[in-house]
């Protein structure tokens, strides 16, 4: 059964101007995630994808609104209790890979892992890595890679705690046209194999027609199309 995991209600986020007043880059918006689902969110550059992306991975909170986690109310959680939520069961990706650049390709794969146990499982890192194509460079450093076998032990680190909801932010965004088809394709494989859900922030519209519910962000709130 797919049952609804995550759900945002009457979101706002503003921000404050320099000068006085706010930017109301969110402005009542509400989603609901479903588990095993694609879901993809396009808009115009500053029309707030990153921001909503953020605040639904508990990254930055909302000015007003509710999100519930599993029905649980993530603003009424505590710090320490939303970074344990993350790192068991959210997985990021962005434009940007973020690894380590002191570890290598496996080490960095297994980091959540290792953070949330303390402990090392070579194994299944291995199996994520075979999976998205680059387990021959598990030894290398992330200087050693192409824009594109970094995304994927970027992918491969998203998944190594088995996460209920993937986010990514434009994990294409750096990449030509042909990798970035790849990279998209190899994502979706990946979040259904592993029964991920995965909420895809992009601006290029190619990608909507492979995700299963497709929004696009428009003054503030979210248009189905
Ligand atoms: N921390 C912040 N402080 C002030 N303004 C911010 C902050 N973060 C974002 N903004 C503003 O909010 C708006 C939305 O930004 P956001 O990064 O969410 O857009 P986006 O849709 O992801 O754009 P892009 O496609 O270029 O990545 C922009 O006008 C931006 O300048
Ligand atoms: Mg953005």
């Given at each position: 059964?797919?049952?609804?995991?995550?759900?945002c209600?009457?979101?706002h986020?503003?921000?404050?101007?320099?000068?006085?007043?706010?930017?109301?880059?969110?402005?009542?918006?509400?989603?609901?995630?479903?588990?095993?689902?694609s879901?993809?969110?396009?808009?115009?550059?500053?029309?707030?994808?990153?921001?909503?992306?953020?605040?639904?991975?508990?990254?930055?909170?909302?000015?007003?609104g509710?999100?519930?986690?599993?029905?649980?109310?993530?603003?009424?959680?505590?710090?320490?209790?939303?970074?344990?939520?993350?790192?068991?069961h959210?997985?990021?990706?962005?434009?940007?890979?973020?690894?380590?650049s002191?570890?290598?390709?496996i080490?960095?794969?297994m980091?959540?892992?290792?953070?949330?146990?303390?402990?090392?499982?070579?194994?299944?890192?291995?199996?994520?890595?075979?999976?998205?194509?680059?387990?021959e460079?598990?030894?290398?450093?992330?200087?050693?890679?192409?824009?594109?076998?970094?995304?994927?032990?970027?992918?491969?680190?998203?998944?190594?705690?088995?996460?209920?909801?993937?986010?990514?932010?434009?994990p294409?965004?750096?990449?030509?046209?042909?990798n970035?088809?790849k990279?998209?394709?190899?994502?979706?494989?990946?979040?259904?194999?592993?029964?991920?859900?995965?909420?895809?922030?992009?601006?290029?519209?190619?990608?909507?027609?492979?995700?299963?519910?497709?929004?696009?962000?428009?003054?503030?709130q979210l248009?189905?199309?």
């Amino acid at each position: 059964m797919n049952e609804i995991i995550l759900k945002c209600e009457n979101l706002h986020k503003y921000f404050p101007l320099p000068a006085e007043g706010e930017l109301k880059v969110l402005r009542g918006l509400d989603l609901e995630i479903v588990s095993q689902s694609s879901t993809g969110i396009i808009g115009v550059s500053g029309s707030g994808k990153s921001t909503l992306l953020h605040i639904l991975g508990s990254l930055d909170s909302p000015t007003k609104g509710k999100i519930f986690y599993e029905e649980k109310e993530m603003n009424k959680m505590s710090d320490e209790k939303l970074s344990n939520l993350r790192n068991a069961h959210f997985g990021f990706i962005f434009q940007f890979h973020y690894l380590i650049s002191e570890l290598t390709v496996i080490e960095n794969v297994m980091l959540p892992y290792f953070i949330k146990t303390n402990r090392q499982n070579n194994g299944y890192a291995e199996k994520l890595l075979s999976d998205v194509g680059i387990f021959e460079r598990k030894d290398y450093y992330p200087n050693q890679l192409s824009g594109g076998e970094l995304q994927r032990a970027a992918i491969a680190r998203a998944l190594m705690n088995k996460p209920k909801i993937i986010f990514a932010d434009e994990p294409t965004g750096e990449l030509d046209n042909e990798n970035a088809g790849k990279v998209f394709e190899l994502l979706l494989n990946m979040v259904n194999k592993y029964k991920s859900s995965l909420i895809f922030v992009t601006h290029n519209n190619n990608f909507a027609k492979d995700l299963q519910k497709t929004y696009r962000l428009y003054l503030g709130q979210l248009e189905k199309i």
